[in-house]
């Protein structure tokens, strides 16, 4: 019986990660192979999800908690992929405020199911956006230092580190990201690669074929400080149906509420770490990003529709209170929808902040 190749990518929350999933799954289909996928949230109604399926894609998703404390449920989704799609790849995506996965994810992987699966190298994608700022250590980064010390820890644990959008940055930011990391995480490869433009992807498909002994990186970490850090974090999800009478642009909608959101969350200085906005009806859908309160609201997957009629699914990850970035999210709707003459009934919102990460497992060791 062949193995399952598993990759498991990791970064902050923004990083990336959805884009660089797809554009992985595109090139393994491409070259004849199944591909599946397991995304991961503290809660229900993830937008990468739906953005993944929507594209195509055979997706799973593990809610409730990160990889490390659903160990046994990760298993489980795998295990439906390969009875439904046998896939011959799986690639699995982890809540972006969650570290310590060598030690929780991939050893528990290579020792209790090395005959099951053959693990990729552990990738990390580095988000510029927060990493320059938390690198030079800027107090001004936007986050307390202990929600910066899951972003480092994070980096600690990578067998590579990527470097992600570099067709946004200047040559000078991507030269500074690169010489900060090497002094960091001395003798760790630092890939230059966009996800969105495809840029570098190449060394990125030849590191993941890589066999040898990674995944083997034990962190040496304050789970305290990680609990603390990532419960620094307001996290939601809502979800609605939104109706008018007259036909609107979804994507318009959609950068709207995002732009709405991050106006007013900018004059009570709370830092987003990741808003994603997903829009669907009858086929067709749209995603609109924010992957820090300094940087552009974007349309990542554009639909290029009018409609009269979508469902409508919010993600905010925002270091604020979870009650009080709830106000912001129904009050940004509310206007959205008004100014279209549409019509939003009561989400279904889910807003909390992270629970202590409690894994199933933990190696002190690398097998």
Not at 150 to 161: G, P, S, T, W
């Amino acid at each position: 019986m062949s193995t399952i190749r598993f990759i498991m990518l990791g970064g902050f929350l923004g990083a990336g990660k959805t884009t660089t999933m797809a554009r992985l799954a595109k090139h393994f289909a491409s070259q004849g192979k199944r591909v599946g996928i397991v995304t991961n949230d503290q809660a229900e109604d993830l937008v990468d999800t739906h953005s993944l399926r929507e594209q195509g894609f055979s997706v799973a998703e593990v809610a409730g908690a990160c990889f490390c404390c659903k160990f046994d449920d990760l298993l489980d989704k795998v295990g439906s992929l390969e009875s439904d799609k046998h896939p011959d790849v799986i690639l699995a995506e982890p809540v972006g405020s969650c570290t310590d996965l060598v030690a929780t994810v991939v050893q528990p992987l290579k020792d209790l199911y090395g005959k099951r699966f053959s693990v990729a190298p552990y990738a990390v994608l580095f988000k510029p956006s927060h990493g320059l700022k938390i690198l030079r250590n800027d107090p001004r980064s936007g986050f307390s230092p202990k929600a910066a010390y899951i972003f480092r820890k994070q980096l600690e644990e990578a067998d590579a580190i990527l470097l992600n959008r570099v067709d946004e940055l200047q040559p000078a930011q991507i030269d500074e990201i690169a010489s900060l990391v090497a002094k960091e995480y001395p003798g760790v490869p630092v890939l230059r690669v966009s996800a969105k433009a495809g840029d570098g992807f190449e060394a990125v498909h030849a590191l993941l074929d890589q066999q040898g002994a990674f995944g083997s990186k034990i962190l040496d970490i304050d789970y305290d400080t990680y609990a603390e850090g990532e419960a620094e974090l307001g996290w939601l999800n809502s979800s609605m149906r939104v109706s008018a009478t007259n036909a609107f642009s979804l994507d318009r909608l959609l950068l709207d509420v995002v732009t709405s959101l991050q106006t007013s969350l900018r004059t009570v200085g709370a830092e987003v770490a990741h808003l994603k906005a997903i829009g669907l009806w009858e086929g067709f859908f749209g995603v609109a990003n924010l992957v820090s309160s300094d940087t552009e609201p974007t349309l990542s997957l554009p639909s290029r529709c009018e409609v009269k009629e979508a469902d409508l699914i919010i993600n905010a990850r925002v270091a604020i209170d979870p009650a009080v970035l709830r106000e912001h999210v129904a009050n940004a709707v509310k206007a959205v929808c008004a100014a279209r003459g549409a019509n939003a009934p009561e989400a279904k919102t889910q807003s909390f902040r992270p629970g202590r990460p409690t894994p199933t497992h933990r190696y002190a060791a690398s097998k």
